[in-house]
């Protein structure tokens, strides 16, 4: 259990892609979308993982967050009893300074979405902006996964 400290940004270019130093698909859905708490279940090319997260402070910076590796037979288990819309990216690792951007775009109902994240150590703490990166949706709910889930990129 631990608290996260993330930013999130859209990004405005695929330049990204050839500074990832890997890349992986991700498959999620949410057991509970509430917006006191989210129970996430994610699906990676090996691994699962069920995750439960807080409500985020006013600004978006930080919130509660407990996660657990299970099987993918779980993981794969629990993905039918989500609600409805299974969120599909791919995920790039950039590392950029001493940081890490974890850069997914979207596919399916999402497709077009870019957005990075990037976890840091303290509310205030400096990093390095790469040229990609453009404005900050830190706290913007609407680009929250579960509720992306609810209302995809493609019905805005």
């Not at 050839?18 to 006191?36: C, D």
């Amino acid at each position: 259990m631990a608290i996260e400290i993330e930013r999130k940004f859209l990004v405005t270019s695929d330049a990204f892609k050839k500074e990832a130093r890997t890349s992986y698909r991700i498959k999620q859905g949410f057991l509970n979308s509430h917006e006191e708490r989210t129970v996430r279940v994610r699906l990676t090319k090996d691994k699962g993982y069920l995750t439960v997260k807080g409500k985020s402070t006013k600004d978006g910076l930080s919130r509660f967050e407990w996660e657990q590796e299970i099987s993918i037979i779980d993981a794969n288990a629990l993905l039918i009893l989500c609600e409805e819309t299974i969120i599909d990216k791919v995920r790039f690792e950039v590392h950029i300074g001493y940081h890490t951007f974890e850069v997914d775009e979207f596919k399916g109902e999402n497709k077009g979405l870019i957005i990075a994240e990037i976890e840091l150590n303290a509310e205030d703490e400096v990093f390095k902006k790469p040229s990609w990166l453009g404005k900050e949706v830190t706290g913007d709910i609407k680009y929250y996964n579960s509720q992306l889930a609810k209302n995809p990129y493609q019905n805005w």
